[in-house]
């Protein structure tokens, strides 16, 4: 899949979401039977993926609609807009 860690995560929560066969532990405490773990293993896969589609979504949103932060002598300018959504 490439040196890229996050989609090598995504890539491998979705493939242990998809051949799960076993229960999972976590830390000793909380154990999840093998279609309670293809349940974790499937959430974890699509929350990472869209915190990573997020990520993407506003660093378009940024580019498109750039802000500008001044900073003066006696004062800090910013646009109305600057914290405001686009």
């Given at each position: ?27 000793g ?58």
């Open positions: 899949m490439g040196d890229y860690p996050l989609r090598s995560f995504l890539w491998s929560k979705a493939y242990q979401g998809y051949h799960n066969k076993a229960g999972l532990t976590i830390n405490i909380i154990r999840l039977e093998p279609s309670g773990a293809t349940v974790f293993y499937w959430i974890i896969a699509v929350a990472s993926g869209m915190f990573v589609a997020a990520a993407l979504l506003l660093t378009v949103r940024r580019m498109v609609n750039p802000q500008v932060l001044e900073l003066g002598l006696d004062a800090l300018l910013c646009h109305t807009a600057f914290f405001k959504p686009g």
